[in-house]
């Protein structure tokens, strides 16, 4: 069987023991003479599989006891407009949302909470192309916003913000929103310090179709009227996920993904396999003559790694090659252009290593 490195963005790379795993579940999952697809989500064969989700995902990501992890649809983009609905009921009406604008999915998430709430961008760096993150200290925060919100890794714009930035004492202790989609398990996250985190499965955790919910307890249970039942994370969290039929499969392969987890040693190891990844990567492209990252250095993203060839005609030519040495979906988003390499935590080091190889023989022949 040949072996392929897909560098996607998302929907993603799993690692291969998990879909071995899942393919020898397929048509019988542990003697029960079901596919997993098939089980009624509230009998005991899917509810055993659920709870080890839930469990391992709260070991791994040290989540205390004060949250509850909830498994929704609607991916990404839908919390934009679910988070609102879930917090604003806190606020007098109209209430404010502050953003830390860092890149394209900020950008949707102002778009769609300006629907529901007074939007105040407290900080940007879209004059400069989202080339870094805002200094801490130029962010221009609202007294006493209903939430603040960040994307800590912005997938297109390959933007990091590794440490959860302290907020209460500018906010009247405002709860932090973090969009973790594309970095959730890829590093060490203080949970604590947020009171929402929400993911999409499909960039680092498993297929599409789930969409992770951390929330802390005190924040349930001031959605406003208008938001739907299904998207209620009190009436989520009341039911055990199971207000509604939870994505079955994809929490199944979630499970997988977390065991899988912990046997490479949990979130920490895989965040230093993260950082010799992302540095041998990085380190290549800033010696090279051909090939740039714009990213300000402290803000790149270990995640998603954006980079451009000097000379933009040869476009083509690279992601020809790259494809014909089996490395995969490397060209980059369209509003961005160039190439962008997903380095998620299922893409081994060899990956890395091969598509560097290719960047160095395609750079010597068009010295
Ligand atoms: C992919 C992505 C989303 C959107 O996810 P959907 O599942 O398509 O809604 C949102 N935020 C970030 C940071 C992403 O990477």
């Known amino acids: 069987m040949s072996t392929v490195f897909n560098f996607s963005a998302g929907p993603a790379v799993l690692p291969r023991e998990v879909l071995v795993e899942a393919a020898a579940d397929m048509l019988d999952w542990h003697g029960s003479g079901m596919s997993v697809m098939e089980m009624s989500h509230r009998g005991p064969e899917f509810m055993s599989i659920m709870a080890a989700a839930q469990k391992d995902l709260r070991e791994l990501m040290a989540v205390p006891d004060n949250y509850q992890i909830l498994f929704l649809q609607g991916g990404g983009?839908?919390?934009?407009?679910?988070?609102?609905?879930?917090l604003l009921g806190r606020k007098a009406q109209p209430a404010v949302i502050d953003f830390i604008h860092t890149g394209s999915w900020t950008g949707k998430s102002i778009k769609e909470a300006g629907k529901y709430a007074q939007v105040n961008v407290a900080a940007s760096s879209k004059a400069t192309g989202f080339d870094r993150v805002p200094a801490r200290a130029d962010w221009a925060l609202s007294?006493?916003?209903?939430?603040?919100?960040?994307?800590?890794?912005?997938?297109?714009?390959?933007?990091?913000?590794?440490?959860?930035?302290?907020?209460?004492?500018?906010?009247n202790d405002a709860p932090l929103v973090a969009d973790v989609s594309s970095h959730i398990l890829s590093r060490v996250i203080d949970v604590s310090k947020h009171g929402v985190l929400f993911a999409g499965a499909q960039k680092n955790i498993g297929p599409a179709g789930l969409t992770i919910v951390i929330v802390r307890d005190d924040l349930l249970g001031h959605a406003l009227?208008?938001?739907?039942?299904?998207?209620?994370?009190?009436?989520?969290?009341?039911?055990?996920?199971?207000?509604?039929?939870?994505?079955?499969?994809?929490?199944?392969?979630?499970?997988?993904?977390?065991?899988?987890?912990?046997?490479?040693?949990?979130?920490?190891?895989?965040?230093?396999?993260?950082?010799?990844?992302?540095?041998?990567?990085?380190?290549?492209?800033?010696?090279?003559?051909?090939?740039?990252?714009?990213?300000?250095?402290?803000?790149?993203?270990?995640?998603n790694v954006p980079f451009f060839l000097r000379d933009e005609t040869r476009n083509d030519a690279f992601l020809a090659g790259a494809k014909q040495r089996h490395l995969l979906q490397l060209k980059g988003h369209k509003s961005v252009g160039g190439m962008r390499a997903s380095i998620y935590n299922a893409m081994p080091i060899e990956g890395v290593q091969a598509l560097i190889s290719w960047m160095q023989e395609f750079e010597s022949a068009h010295r």
């Open 143 to 171: 007294a006493d916003p209903a939430y603040v919100h960040i994307c800590s890794n912005e997938t297109i714009d390959g933007v990091e913000i590794g440490v959860p930035p302290d907020i209460a004492a500018d906010t």
């Open 77 to 86: 983009l839908a919390e934009n407009a679910i988070v609102p609905m879930n």
């Open 225 to 303: 009227p208008i938001c739907p039942s299904a998207f209620d994370w009190k009436i989520v969290a009341e039911n055990g996920s199971m207000y509604n039929t939870p994505p079955t499969y994809g929490i199944y392969i979630a499970g997988l993904v977390f065991q899988w987890l912990k046997r490479q040693g949990g979130v920490a190891a895989m965040e230093q396999r993260n950082i010799t990844k992302a540095t041998l990567l990085y380190e290549y492209i800033d010696n090279s003559k051909l090939y740039f990252n714009r990213v300000a250095g402290v803000d790149r993203s270990r995640m």
